[in-house]
């Protein structure tokens, strides 16, 4: 990004992320040569799903890109179709009419069954609105489980039925460790993340035992994208996480290099699991980085 004025410098500054070495490309090995793959979510290049759709590109695969048609006014995606010689198919993840015409579609434009998919959708209008946890709004709330877990249900229940999956193939649903422990900030979402992990087990072990389709959750770190900077104090939060983290934030790009492995061959037995992708922050209790700050020696 230029940096032309100081709004500029803000952005681009807001966008750094200390642990992405921009030197570093990772090599591209054909992991997922032959694949076809639908990919949700990319709204901008800051999304998690963008990167997703490049590295999967680079490693060979076909894909589909999707998110919801209003997203689709909003975002930036025919960019992203343009480089990665996707076709576009709009569906709102919680229309199961829609649901089917993507993966039917999807199916019609790649030539054949799907062999991953990535979810990558998360949206509170409870968070969007500022509402603190014990104030949730319902409405508000059974609005975020639909879109952001139930959708994942919505998904597997359409491409089980329609048997749009090969055997062998992958699930990846995107989600952060407030399912496992308070953070306040984010709110009702801590329990949609929980649903949302709970469903990748309960259904990866129906489709697992069916069809030996496999389905897991990612927890990835802090990432400066536009849902992450929608919660409130999520920059400080995101300091914090890179304090407690030895290895540090994992970025957007690296949390696409590890859905790549969990899309390929290398990973057939891997199922039902909640994957940690945080560079050590779910197992650090606390830091020195952090203890020096507090003023321990
Ligand atoms: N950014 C973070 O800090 C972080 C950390 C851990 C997990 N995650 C998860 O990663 C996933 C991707 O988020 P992101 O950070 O890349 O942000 P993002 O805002 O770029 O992506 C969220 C996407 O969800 C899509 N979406 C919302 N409602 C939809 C609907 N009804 N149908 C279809 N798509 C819909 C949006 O259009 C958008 O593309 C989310 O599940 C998020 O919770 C993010």
Not at 232 to 249: E, M, R, T
């Amino acid at each position: 990004m230029k940096e032309c004025c100081i709004t500029c410098i803000k952005i681009s500054s807001y966008f750094w992320q200390p642990n992405y070495d921009p030197n570093f490309i990772a090599m591209a090995y054909n992991l997922l040569k032959g694949k076809r793959g639908i990919i949700t979510g990319a709204l901008d290049e800051h999304s998690i799903a963008w990167k997703v759709a490049e590295k999967a590109f680079e490693e060979g695969a076909s894909i589909v890109l999707t998110n919801a048609p209003i997203a689709m006014r909003m975002g930036q995606i025919k960019i992203l179709a343009e480089k990665t010689k996707a076709e576009i198919i709009p569906a709102d993840a919680t229309n199961i009419e829609e649901l089917t015409t993507l993966f039917t579609k999807s199916q019609e434009v790649m030539g054949g069954k799907i062999d991953f998919v990535l979810h990558s959708i998360g949206m509170s209008v409870n968070i969007r609105k500022n509402i603190s946890y014990e104030d949730s709004n319902y409405d508000y709330f059974l609005k975020g489980i639909d879109v952001s877990a139930l959708s994942l249900h919505k998904m597997l229940s359409v491409a089980k039925k329609l048997d749009a999956i090969n055997e062998w193939g992958s699930v990846v649903a995107l989600t952060y460790a407030a399912a496992q422990r308070t953070y306040p900030f984010y709110t009702d979402m801590a329990d949609i993340k929980a649903m949302l992990e709970s469903i990748a087990r309960s259904f990866g072990y129906h489709y697992g035992l069916d069809k030996k389709v496999r389905i897991n959750t990612v927890s990835q770190s802090p990432t400066k994208t536009t849902a992450g900077s929608g919660i409130k104090g999520f920059g400080d939060f995101y300091d914090f996480a890179n304090a407690i983290s030895p290895l540090g934030n994992a970025s957007a790009e690296a949390c696409a290099d590890y859905c790549v492995t969990l899309f390929s061959d290398l990973t057939r037995m891997v199922t039902m699991q909640n994957l940690f992708h945080d560079g050590g922050y779910s197992s650090t209790g606390i830091s020195t980085e952090v203890m020096s700050k507090l003023g321990v020696e």
